[in-house]
């Protein structure tokens, strides 16, 4: 309803809706006395000029409808002062607090079935999975508990790039984390292209963000910046060497949080730097992790969660709009039409009226 959706700004000024009643009560009009003479035979004297009399000075007195222009008029002025507002639809206004960049190996190794599946089999024995689906099953547990924050998706492996950019929409990321597969960016692992790249694109979600502040002229508050790495493997030739992207990514306020998937005693491309490992997450601020079955993985992710709890504020406002040039447009309106109605009747009055003669006033 429309009374539910009006609000008055300065209500105040109600207290002064009966003031003309005050004043037509404790104020009466200024009244001015003049001379007059009173002639008893004053229908004889007229009969006999042959002359109409014409209206003499007397007190104007507004009739009923020029009443009710004014009485509505006031009333319309009084509720224009209060300002009125007409609040909208409630409106869901969130902040996210986090940008998590999700970088995830998809080199050769990564097709190793050596994790156990969390989904049973239709003959109840849990099945063997790759490394890949495992860190999809838990990924899609993990997304649930991150309710506010934007998330981001790298995939590397001879060269790193964005699979989705940052998004608030976890469908959508989702979405794109399932269409990956093993050794679709190669069979190598540049981890530190990859950690260079996710730098690269929280960069550019600042400067997009302080555009729009530009723009809008909004207080937005800077979001926390958080890279998950996962990979199976020990760094094979990037342009930029792990550490040295970690350091760069503390100078940013990039925290770094490693996950190794595998077998540390393995050897060849496929071997695990633990060293390296730990050195980039602690260089960055962040934690270094473990996991060499799904249960771990789990737990993993799940300790990142602890670590990095959400930053949600969701606000509901409603928009306002005033409506108070409506009844100053109004009265105006109103004074129009009288003056008009007005003027009409005395025109009309003067063409039907025959002038009277100047050689005999009937004024008294």
Wanted: a negative charge; aromatic letters at 8%.
């Amino acid at each position: 309803m429309l009374v539910n959706q009006l609000e008055f700004a300065n209500p105040y000024w109600l207290w002064i809706l009966p003031l003309p009643i005050v004043i037509y009560w404790f104020i009466p009009a200024y009244r001015t006395r003049q001379s007059a003479i009173k002639v008893p035979f004053f229908d004889v004297v007229v009969k006999a000029l042959d002359e109409a009399p014409s209206d003499g000075a007397s007190q104007l007195t507004a009739s009923v409808w020029q009443k009710a222009i004014l009485i509505l008029s006031w009333g319309l002025l009084v509720f224009a002062l209060t300002k009125p507002t007409i609040l909208g639809e409630p409106q869901t206004r969130e902040q996210l607090g986090r940008d998590v960049m999700v970088v995830v190996d998809l080199s050769g190794s990564m097709a190793e079935r050596d994790f156990v599946s969390g989904t049973p089999s239709e003959s109840g024995e849990l099945k063997s999975i790759s490394r890949l689906e495992a860190t999809k099953e838990v990924l899609a547990d993990f997304v649930k508990t991150r309710k506010g924050d934007r998330l981001g998706l790298i995939l590397f492996g001879d060269a790193a790039f964005v699979q989705t950019p940052f998004t608030a929409d976890q469908t959508v990321w989702l979405e794109l984390l399932n269409q990956t597969d093993v050794a679709m960016a190669g069979q190598s692992t540049h981890l530190g292209d990859a950690i260079g790249l996710a730098i690269k694109v929280f960069e550019q979600s600042d400067d997009d963000e302080t555009a729009i502040e530009l723009d809008n002229t909004m207080d937005i508050k800077p979001r926390e910046k958080v890279a998950i790495v996962l990979t199976d493997g020990n760094d094979t030739g990037s342009y930029v060497e792990p550490i040295d992207a970690a350091k760069v990514a503390a100078a940013k306020g990039v925290r770094i949080h490693m996950i190794a998937m595998g077998d540390p005693r393995t050897v060849g491309e496929q071997a695990l730097d633990m060293d390296v490992i730990n050195r980039v997450a602690a260089a960055s601020g962040g934690s270094a992790f473990q996991a060499m079955n799904r249960d771990e993985l789990t737990l993993a992710y799940d300790a990142i969660g602890d670590l990095e709890p959400q930053l949600y504020e969701s606000t509901t406002y409603r928009p306002k709009q005033s409506i108070h040039q409506y009844p100053v447009m109004l009265i105006v309106g109103l004074y129009l039409l009288a003056f008009g109605v007005v003027t009409i009747k005395r025109q009309c009055k003067k063409a039907t009226v025959q002038p009277a003669s100047t050689s005999g006033d009937a004024d008294v």
